[in-house]
């Protein structure tokens, strides 16, 4: 990604947007919470892989963080299943599946800010009027 830390510029969104659809496991369409990502692209194009356990490093001496995650191949399109591919090949499915999982952990955060600001509300004389007009009021 080529912004600073913990930002995705238009770019990189629009970029790795492309990549993948989210469509439902095979195996249990109905349930939302089994959700998988299909790549649009590259030499694992129509491969569906389910992303498991995920976790968060504290930062380094230079505040760096990384994170470790799992994911499941779900399935492989019959055109792939019996396809050798390259070292090079892997190490850009690896970043490219690392790119999707910070775009999706990155949208989810804009949802729960959205969420939040919903229960922010700023005083604009229906609620708190003894207070400035710049207060800000939160509702827990």
Not at 75 to 97: A, R
Request: aromatic share 10%; net charge negative; hydrophobic share 30%.
């Amino acid at each position: 990604m080529s912004a600073g830390i913990n930002e995705l510029t238009k770019e990189d969104y629009d970029r790795i947007n492309s990549y993948y659809s989210l469509v439902p496991h095979p195996e249990h369409p109905e349930d939302v919470s089994q959700m998988c990502v299909q790549l649009n692209t590259g030499p694992f194009e129509g491969t569906v892989i389910k992303y498991g356990k995920f976790q968060i490093a504290p930062p380094d001496y230079e505040g760096e963080s990384t994170a470790k995650y799992e994911y499941d191949i779900v399935t492989v399109p019959p055109e792939l299943q019996d396809v050798e591919h390259s070292d090079e090949e892997g190490e850009k499915f690896e970043y490219m599946i690392g790119e999707i999982l910070v775009k999706l952990l990155w949208d989810r955060h804009l949802e729960t800010l959205k969420e939040e600001q919903k229960e922010i509300k700023t005083n604009d004389g229906i609620i708190g009027e003894d207070r400035e007009t710049d207060t800000l009021t939160f509702n827990t």
